[in-house]
């Protein structure tokens, strides 16, 4: 087995997984530390060592508030350690890999995770890439700066640094697929054959990553769970592409905050203190989170450039949880549903009113919808408007997640199943849990490593067949408990909404 590999900057050796076959590198360095002079910098190269480096454990997270703390549901699900290492000192990357020698050149998987862009880290027990190395494809997985740290904008870092004024979390990410590309030939890798996936802020990473042109070429595929968003009543400004002005303007209030008036000064603040600070600052409203337009890195709204063909055009795999962010008309009664109907929708209104599902009430309003569902399957039909459209597969979640909480297809809870890591939950998944698990990683295997998800599963059995969502065929894979189903969209308001979103 492979247990040794080198790196651009030294050799570093690896531990047998729970499963000998397969090498764990934890801990790889892929920029230097972002620390005094380069906080709120562009990640710089990492210092070379001597010997051999041993990559047994993983990095301490980014700074963030302490995890396991509390009783909400991600604390009891994952984030369950609040002794977990965290340090500024965290641009650093982990490996799985069955090959036994450095030159079979595997498919790759390069993994952002999610969390807001305020939580979470690549030692989060559910992202094991041991299943998904089974299946003969090295991954990685790749930390970045998140909060403050990782996406403050001022308006002295525009003026200082203009070239990387904001947008940190992203160029780490930006950095850690470079080294990729750079050093996992090394690892049994295949350089030229990278996806790049994430869920949530992970999901939202991947899509910034493909509206970067300077990305052109570093991967051949995308999956994006969780992490498209569409507005079917009204426009949630939270997940809006910011300007160096509007960004700019929050981080003079974060600095105010902090009791500092310079770069100079707030870089030589202590991290931890700007962490609380933040935190403070942060649950007052003014939270570092989505990207900013800075005339470099980003150039315009990810989701834009899905919808427009300027992103970086390759297949994609993306869907939802039947859970998450679900989107509703809050109207007292059908009287006002129908003045805000006509208020959204104009002269469709009597169309909109007219399906079933626009008069399904809840407690929180009428006419439940899925915002990341819109947002997936809109930007698909924009894909598929363009020359040579590039292959994108719609997936939808929806089985029954057992567990005292009765919690639903909560936001996230997928993980377990693409990472095939349900026997690390504490839930008490029962074995067709287990044999969905098996199917949804196989057809993520196969979709990176061919941009077709089709195909076989671990037994041999071909899968059942996942045909490319389009406007003449709007099909969808549906995860149930029973196993993956093919179906079509059978929404009448889904339909009908993404007739008005071009």
């Given at each position: 087995m492979l247990r040794t590999a080198n790196t651009e900057n030294g050799q570093v050796r690896g531990l047998p997984a729970a499963d000998p076959r397969i090498t764990s590198f934890k801990g790889i360095p892929f920029a230097a530390p972002p620390v005094g002079?380069?906080?709120?910098?562009?990640?710089?190269?990492?210092?070379?060592?001597?010997?051999?480096?041993?990559?047994?454990?993983?990095?301490?997270?980014?700074?963030?508030?302490?995890?396991?703390?509390?009783?909400?549901?991600?604390?009891?699900?994952?984030?369950?350690?609040?002794?977990?290492?965290?340090?500024?000192?965290?641009?650093?990357?982990?490996?799985?890999?069955?090959?036994?020698?450095?030159?079979?050149?595997?498919?790759?998987?390069?993994?952002?995770?999610?969390?807001?862009?305020?939580?979470?880290?690549?030692?989060?027990?559910?992202?094991?890439?041991?299943?998904?190395?089974?299946?003969?494809?090295?991954?990685?997985?790749?930390?970045?700066?998140?909060?403050?740290?990782?996406?403050?904008?001022?308006?002295?870092?525009?003026?200082?640094?203009?070239?990387?004024?904001?947008?940190?979390?992203?160029?780490?990410?930006?950095?850690?697929?470079?080294?990729?590309?750079?050093?996992?030939?090394?690892?049994?890798?295949?350089?030229?054959?990278?996806?790049?996936?994430?869920?949530?802020?992970?999901g939202a990473s991947v899509m910034a990553q493909m509206a970067c042109r300077d990305n052109e070429g570093d991967f051949k595929r995308a999956v994006v769970m969780s992490g498209m968003f569409g507005a079917p009543y009204e426009v949630n400004e939270l997940f809006l592409a910011k300007s160096l002005e509007q960004a700019s303007q929050k981080g003079e209030r974060l600095f105010e905050y902090l009791g500092v008036k310079t770069l100079e000064e707030a870089r030589k603040l202590d991290a931890d203190y700007i962490r609380s600070k933040y935190s403070e600052l942060r649950n007052k409203g003014e939270m570092f989170f989505t990207i900013v337009q800075d005339g470099h890195f980003c150039t315009q709204d990810p989701m834009e450039a899905f919808m427009n063909g300027t992103r970086i055009r390759v297949p994609v795999m993306g869907g939802n949880t039947s859970d998450e962010f679900i989107e509703f008309i809050h109207a007292a009664d059908e009287d006002e549903l129908k003045k805000k109907a006509r208020e959204y929708f104009g002269s469709r209104a009597e169309e909109f009113l007219s399906f079933p599902e626009a008069g399904i009430r809840t407690d929180l309003g009428y006419s439940p919808v899925s915002s990341p569902e819109l947002g997936v399957k809109a930007a698909f039909l924009s894909e598929n408007r363009q020359k040579e459209p590039k292959d994108c597969y719609y997936y939808r979640f929806i089985p029954d997640i057992p567990g005292k909480d009765n919690a639903g297809t909560f936001h996230s809870v997928d993980l377990w199943f693409f990472f095939e890591t349900l026997a690390k939950s504490s839930r008490p998944f029962a074995g067709r849990h287990y044999d969905l698990a098996r199917q949804m990683c196989d057809y993520w295997a196969n979709f990176i490593k061919t941009g077709d998800p089709n195909g076989f599963d671990l037994n041999g059995n071909r899968l059942p067949g996942w045909k490319p969502y389009t406007a003449e065929e709007r099909s969808e894979m549906l995860f149930t408990g029973d196993g993956a189903k093919v179906s079509a969209e059978q929404n009448g308001i889904v339909r009908f909404l993404l007739g008005t979103m071009k």
């Open positions: 002079r380069n906080r709120w910098r562009a990640p710089q190269p990492a210092e070379n060592w001597q010997g051999v480096r041993n990559c047994f454990e993983f990095a301490p997270i980014s700074v963030q508030d302490t995890p396991g703390i509390g009783d909400d549901i991600y604390c009891r699900e994952w984030n369950v350690d609040p002794g977990v290492p965290m340090s500024e000192d965290c641009l650093y990357l982990n490996v799985w890999t069955n090959a036994k020698s450095a030159d079979e050149r595997k498919p790759v998987l390069v993994w952002f995770f999610g969390g807001g862009f305020q939580w979470g880290y690549t030692s989060e027990m559910e992202f094991d890439g041991e299943r998904l190395a089974r299946r003969d494809i090295v991954v990685v997985t790749v930390n970045y700066r998140l909060g403050a740290l990782g996406f403050l904008c001022h308006p002295q870092l525009i003026k200082e640094q203009p070239e990387a004024p904001c947008n940190f979390g992203s160029l780490d990410q930006q950095a850690g697929l470079r080294w990729v590309r750079r050093n996992i030939a090394n690892f049994g890798g295949d350089p030229d054959n990278i996806t790049i996936a994430g869920q949530s802020a992970g």
